[in-house]
């Protein structure tokens, strides 16, 4: 059975930084996007950003660009988020998800992200 654990969610003051992780555990193959994905109280969820497994191409959305950074460890099946200078409209719970080519998709349990001061 596949599983996604994410951590590395928490309080933040704005501009400050958090790291979040998403690893992959059970199996899983053909694996093609993994991303991270984030829903604030009220508002649809969105997708933050995207890495293509095998080329490493990124994808963000315009708000976090530049200040957010996904990356990825194919040898560990883990996905990263490094999120510099948090703004107040960035709090929300975020997801990973992994995209497979033939066995679907994979989400994780989500991790609570808040900005305060």
């Known amino acids: 059975q596949v599983q996604l654990v994410e951590s590395g969610g928490g309080l933040v003051q704005p501009g400050g930084s958090l790291s979040l992780s998403c690893a992959a555990s059970?199996?899983?193959?053909?694996?093609?996007?993994m991303g991270w994905y984030r829903q604030a109280p009220g508002k649809q969820r969105e997708t933050v950003a995207t890495?293509?497994?095998?080329?490493?191409?990124?994808n963000y959305t315009t708000s976090v660009k530049g200040r957010f950074t996904i990356s990825k460890d194919n040898a560990k099946r883990t996905v990263y988020l490094q999120m510099n200078s948090l703004e107040p409209e960035d709090p929300a719970v975020y997801y990973c998800?992994?995209?497979?080519?033939?066995?679907?998709?994979?989400w994780g349990q989500g991790t609570q992200v808040t900005v305060s001061s």
């Open positions: 998800r992994i995209r497979t080519l033939y066995n679907g998709d994979y």
């Open positions: 059970g199996s899983i193959t053909s694996i093609n996007v």
């Open positions: 890495i293509t497994y095998n080329s490493g191409h990124t």
